[in-house]
């Protein structure tokens, strides 16, 4: 599979990206209906509020991690906040339908609830977090990017089949740098040599 | 081994599912893959489990249910090697949260895997600890990350320090213990230890604040020192991002320092310099920078004040707001709202930049611009920035226009200088996004209008000009309308021309009514904007005769309409101009000035409260209005002191004093009975409404006769239709013959003397031809039973024979019919038949009396059949 790598791309230019290879695997992708459950807006709002509010807003934090194609897959999904399943499908659900069709011209935040998504769309995959509203957005952003350095070094130019083929280890790099909702380490090179030293006790 | 589970891999479970073309084709490899997995769980299978539960993991992500895994999590954790540990606590952290009781048994496992002597495995624990810990928990295994806090391996204490936050969150009270090994990390050197040493000081500070008092006596200036060490330090390719080194610590400390300088001058003067130099200094070419800038700028507003430092932090957000980056623009909008409450005039030297960012296509930075707009509006700048909103108004987004609308109205009602201006506005805004305009803000407009005497010439005027142009605008129509039919007169005569007015060309009455018509037939208008013009019209007639039989002729278009509202008014107000011309012209005057203090009194109190138009009956507008004490009717529409109702709302007032009613047609027709609106108790007071009672009771009987099982509605009932039916019974007795005398008053003295009980004599049943009257008397002793003595007269010219009565009841009923007096009715006047019925009704007291009656008989030679449902029996019987 590592022949038909596809780089993620630096932020700053990742709009103009060339799409090739992710595109074969997108078009098959697309054969496979997403599901996508459709929920009424009174069910939507009503469990999820009520766990949410009983958080104190001073403590910020971040409330969830999603890694989603743009079919809507999920490729990661790390909450740190307790949600049952259900309630987990629903918010993957509207995260991705929140993000998926804005404009690229438009700012990376979106309201989200009582929250607030920060999202970064890189080749076809977005990343979204969700953090407080009063929290640092851009801070946030630079988060995002830091990780998905660290992936794409991991994996030496990382894509998405990467990501679904290892995702245990996707897992295991988002706990080396985030946990419990806070971001544990900065450098990518720490995290890197971390992981080799997990790898060699396997 | 077992066949199932010897199975695949986990790379060809997700090449298998990745193969399949439809949703059916996966949910069956996923079920196939689940039995096996289920299987292997049963066989106890030591070899594969962590294969196994890894494969669960990316099933559990498609969505499908995992639950039979958890326990299989378990069993990996306690298992003795790094691989399975790792996928089990994986596993526990995907698939598990702290609310899940399976979690207390992990307890145990983590406290070992804490003492481990492998670090890697206690970097594990902590993991899943910092992820998933409850309350319990956090309790049971607080001292071993307390320890761990010191461990050597910095991999370990960063770890520890985030488990700890944690732990403090889910238990405040274990905070003491944590402030003294916290603070400790605030002196490492490491990156990643210090950045989240500096997290749990935070989060310290938050939960305690004996742990703020410390932090802030003991660890203030070293943190201030940290600070000015990283922004100072040299190129380190490590931690580089876009030139800065760590942009993620300098946020962190800055955040820290924010903390402790808030409400605290001492530490606020320790931190000024530094913070100075991080706002001068730093890049702003890149998004590293700006967020070190953005979290900068939110400390320097949060802590004690420094005037020069704010001047600085303003201006950045002002470069901020110049930045072509769609991101950095919403951020500064979002401190600029918090920087408003500390510096409000710095924040308005921007606003002709936030004022274009209202502007921006994007919905997000449109929506904070807008409400940042709105808290910069003061009297002083009132004037532009709406002009401008308007102006924008008119080439903004459809979406946008709600928000927009209601943010141009609640400004121009806050802050406006004067009327006229206000009326503009006003009318500007309606004229441009007339159907985005809520309720409340053109009655508000109805109410300002109304109170401007001088003004309703003018305002008429450019209503009427407006209208001309906007007519889609459905506030802005009912508001003319309004307008129009007050002060129509003013429109034509020109009175009251105020200096800058355009001058109009003449209108005539004609044109005047022209406006109202095309409301009134626009196929858009709804009830509400027909209603109010059918009010128009029926006060125009009187201003302008000229008019008189075009509005007739309008107004009498309506009485047929499907919708009742419009129907009964369109009736009311056609026999006011045909019958009631004396009265017409006091009962249509203009309405009283109406109390601009009770409306916006009423309005505070009833914001959140929906628009019931329907509910009809709140009137309670105080009479503190000025009446004209010649108009006797016109105070009977806004009739107020007799008819206290709940639950009257601020939009509910102007329909109770424009006496638009919108109850909805479906109301039950008995209900129109009781005076419940101005129009209704004018109604009763000319008599129009005489037909009324007689049509509900009848419908209400409609409504009631079908199904033998409704006793109740039957009983209630009575009460209204005996009286009617007694009385016309009574009438007719009264013309007709001496027998009818006899039976309807003969056994009522007889009753009298039985029990004491006078039941009325009912009309049972009438046609074209025949009419029956039962009346009623109770044997001595026995309450149950009835006798019922039926009277059938003939109503045509020609006598029936072969006259035959029978009836029939319910099964708690019994009947015993008597033979009929004779078997021949005589035409007309010429006598009538009497047959005696016996009812016991086994459920006396509990259900009334029901019958259905057959009456067959020869008219001509013809047979006739007849068939009746009996249900306003006296109650009681």
New interface residues.
């Given amino acids: 599979m590592h022949d038909s790598h596809a780089r993620f791309h630096s932020p700053f230019s990742f709009r103009n990206f060339n799409l090739t290879s992710l595109l074969g695997r997108r078009n098959r992708e697309k054969r496979k209906k997403v599901q996508c459950p459709r929920f009424t807006e009174s069910a939507r709002n009503s469990q999820f509020l009520f766990y949410y509010r009983s958080f104190d807003l001073s403590i910020r934090m971040i409330r969830f991690i999603l890694l989603q194609n743009r079919q809507g897959k999920t490729r990661l999904a790390k909450y740190y906040v307790p949600l049952e399943d259900s309630e987990k499908h629903k918010v993957e659900y509207e995260v991705h339908r929140l993000v998926v069709n804005r404009d690229p011209k438009f700012t990376n935040f979106v309201e989200f609830r009582t929250h607030k998504v920060i999202y970064r769309r890189y080749a076809g995959l977005f990343f979204s977090l969700c953090v407080d509203i009063t929290d640092n957005e851009l801070a946030y952003l630079e988060c995002i990017h830091l990780f998905v350095e660290i992936l794409d070094h991991f994996f030496s130019n990382v894509c998405e089949l990467d990501l679904v083929f290892n995702f245990h280890k996707v897992y295991l790099i988002l706990d080396e740098f985030i946990l419990a909702g806070e971001l544990q380490e900065t450098s990518k090179k720490a995290i890197i040599e971390r992981m080799g030293e997990l790898e060699k006790l396997e | 081994m077992n066949p199932f589970s010897s199975g695949t891999r986990l790379?060809d479970m997700?090449r298998a599912i990745?193969a399949?073309?439809?949703?059916a084709e996966?949910r069956a490899v996923v079920r196939k893959e689940c039995a096996a997995i289920r299987a292997a769980i049963n066989e106890n299978d030591q070899d594969y489990r962590h294969r196994n539960l890894?494969k669960l993991?990316?099933i559990h992500?498609?969505?499908y249910?995992t639950h039979f895994g958890q326990m299989e999590c378990l069993k990996l954790i306690a298992s003795a090697g790094?691989?399975e540990k790792?996928?089990g606590y994986?596993g526990l952290?995907?698939l598990l949260?702290?609310?899940q009781e399976v979690l207390m048994l992990v307890t145990n496992s983590l406290k070992q895997d804490l003492n481990h002597s492998n670090q890697?495995i206690v970097g594990l624990a902590?993991?899943a600890l910092?992820?998933?810990c409850s309350a319990e928990m956090a309790r049971d295994l607080a001292p071993e990350v307390e320890r761990l806090l010191q461990f050597r391996d910095p991999?370990i204490r960063?770890?520890a320090a985030?488990?700890s936050?944690?732990i403090v969150?889910k238990v405040p009270d274990l905070a003491e213990n944590f402030i003294n090994p916290a603070a400790t990390l605030l002196r490492e050197k490491h990156?990643?230890v210090l950045?989240?040493g500096i997290?749990l000081c935070t989060?310290l500070c938050?939960v305690s604040p004996e742990a703020l008092e410390y932090f802030r006596k003991k660890c203030t200036e070293g943190l201030v020192r940290t600070l000015k060490d990283v922004v100072n330090s040299p190129y380190a390719p490590?931690?580089d991002?876009a030139g800065i080194t760590?942009?993620?610590?300098h946020?962190?400390l800055l955040k820290i320092l924010r903390i402790l300088g808030q409400g605290d001058a001492d530490a606020s003067d320790t931190m000024n310099d530094i913070l100075a130099q991080v706002a001068t200094k730093t890049e702003s070419n890149k998004?590293?920078g700006?967020?070190i800038l953005?979290?900068c700028v939110?400390t320097i507003m949060s802590i004690e004040d420094n005037g020069g430092l704010r001047v600085l932090a303003i201006n950045i957000l002002g470069r901020f707001l110049s930045n072509r980056d769609?991101?950095?623009r919403?951020?500064a909008l979002n401190m600029l709202m918090k920087a408003i409450t500390v510096d409000a005039q710095a924040v308005q030297r921007h606003r002709a930049t936030i004022l274009e960012c209202v502007k921006d296509?994007?919905?997000?930075?449109r929506k904070r611009a807008l409400e940042l707009v709105y808290l910069l509006v003061n009297e002083s700048n009132v004037r532009p920035l709406t002009k401008d909103l308007i102006e924008y108004l008119e080439v903004s987004d459809q979406e946008f226009k709600g928000d927009l609308t209601a943010k141009i109205c609640s400004i121009v009602e806050k802050f406006s200088p004067e009327k006229i201006w206000y009326i503009d506005q006003m009318l500007k805004v309606l004229t441009e996004a007339g159907n985005f305009v809520k309720d409340e803000v053109w009655h508000a407009l109805i109410v300002v209008i109304s109170n401007a005497s001088d003004l309703h010439g003018y305002t008429v005027r450019a209503l009427y000009r407006a209208f001309q142009t906007s007519a889609e605008q459905e506030t802005l129509v009912r508001v003319a309308v309004w307008c129009i039919g007050e002060y129509g007169d003013m429109l034509v005569n020109n009175v009251g021309v105020l200096d800058i007015e355009d001058p109009i060309k003449t209108v005539t009455e004609s044109n005047a009514v022209d406006v109202v018509e095309i409301a009134i037939k626009r196929h858009a208008s709804d009830l509400t904007t027909k209603a109010m013009a059918l009010i128009a019209l029926v006060k125009l007639s009187s201003r302008f005769p000229s008019c008189s039989e075009r509005i007739k002729d309008i107004i009498m278009h309506y009485k047929g309409s499907l919708v009742l509202e419009l129907q009964q008014r369109s009736l009311e107000f056609n026999s006011i101009i045909e019958k009631h011309q004396n009265i017409r012209s006091t009962l249509v005057e203009r309405m009283p000035v109406l109390d601009e203090a009770t409306f916006s009194g009423r309005r505070a109190g009833s914001l959140p409260a929906t628009v019931s138009t329907s509910n009809g009956a709140s009137l309670n507008l105080p009479n503190g209005v000025a009446k004209h004490s010649a108009a006797p009717l016109v105070d009977l529409l806004d009739l107020s002191d007799d008819a206290p109702a709940p639950g009257s709302s601020g939009s509910d007032f102007l329909h109770d004093l424009l006496g638009v009613d919108l109850a909805p047609a479906s109301t039950q027709p008995g209900i129109s009975q009781a005076p419940k609106s101005g129009t209704d108790v004018l109604l009763d007071l000319l008599s129009i409404g005489t037909t009324n009672p007689v049509q509900s009771n009848s419908s209400a009987l409609d409504i009631l006769s079908p199904g033998q099982d409704n006793q109740k509605p039957i009983a209630a009932l009575d009460v209204l239709s005996s009286p009617l039916a007694s009385a016309q019974a009574n009438s007719s007795v009264g013309a007709s013959s001496m027998i009818d005398l006899l039976d309807g008053f003969a056994p009522s003295p007889l009753k009298h003397e039985d029990n004491g009980q006078v039941y009325p004599s009912i009309v049972a049943f009438e046609s074209s031809n025949l009419r029956i009257t039962f009346n009623f008397s109770k044997p001595p002793g026995n309450a149950q039973t009835t006798l019922i003595q039926a009277t059938f007269k003939n109503l045509s010219s020609n006598a029936f024979t072969d006259f035959v009565f029978q009836a029939a009841v319910p099964k708690f009923l019994q009947l015993h019919l008597d033979p009929a007096s004779r078997n021949t009715l005589p035409a007309s006047d010429n006598g009538s038949v009497t047959q005696s019925l016996r009812v016991t009704n086994s459920q006396h007291g509990k259900k009334a009396l029901v019958m259905r009656i057959r009456i067959a008989y020869k008219l001509n030679n013809k047979d006739m059949l007849e068939e009746g449902q009996i249900n306003n029996f006296p109650q009681d019987l």
């Fill in positions: 790379r997700i990745r399949c073309k439809t949703a996966e890894a993991m990316f992500m498609l969505g249910p790094f691989p790792r996928i994986l952290m995907l949260d702290e609310r890697y902590l993991c910092g992820n998933i991999n960063k770890k985030l488990c936050i944690r969150k990156h990643g950045i989240t997290q989060d938050k490590e931690y991002i760590d942009p993620f610590l946020i962190r998004n590293a700006n967020a953005y979290e939110e769609n991101n950095i919403y951020v296509s994007d919905a997000s930075i």
